[in-house]
């Protein structure tokens, strides 16, 4: 049995279309939500979820005393996979290494990017891609490394939008985000209960 944990800064679109699938699936389990923003719509979504949310701001606290603080509910709850969804933080290195797992050769952090990476890393994406590449536009996920949205890829989309308005294109694009990750979801449970994580 996989045990995950979401990371959330926003809506949690993706938070809740996780944690549906989840209810489908016998080997992985979302134990807890945490943001570090105390508006974030996500936390709702955990509550009706039934699951325990953990909201901690960052506040005056350094990077360091923030990430530990995360750490240690995560091991806490014996989490073995973190899901960012919507997360709007970078994660230190050693925050990352602390999920390193040598047979994958990847730390056990996931990330979904709303665009083609390594098209349009980082902030807005979605908004960059509708003005300069409409064409390609698309979602990937991707193990998370230090820098910003280089982690290794994991799965990658493209979707074609007719739309020219904004939010109808980004509303086709975070209908993919939730198709693909709900999908690597499966994968992971499906994987957990052959054995091989
Ligand atoms: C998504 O577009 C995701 O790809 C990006 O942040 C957004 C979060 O949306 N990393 P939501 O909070 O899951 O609705």
Redesign the pocket.
Known sequence: MIKAALL????????KALLEKETTLDDVSIELVITDNPHA??IDIANKFNKPCFIYPRGNSSKNQHETLILETLHNFEIDWVL???YMRLLSKDFIKSFYCPNLQQSKIL????SLLPLHPGLNA?EKTFKHTPKQAG?TIHYVDSGMDTGKILIQEKFESLSENFEEFKQE??KL?HRLYTKVLSQLSSIAKEGHI
């Open positions: 959330a800064s926003g809506q949690g679109s993706n938070a719509g996500v960012l969804a919507g990330n979904i990017h709303p979605y979602v694009g975070l985000e």
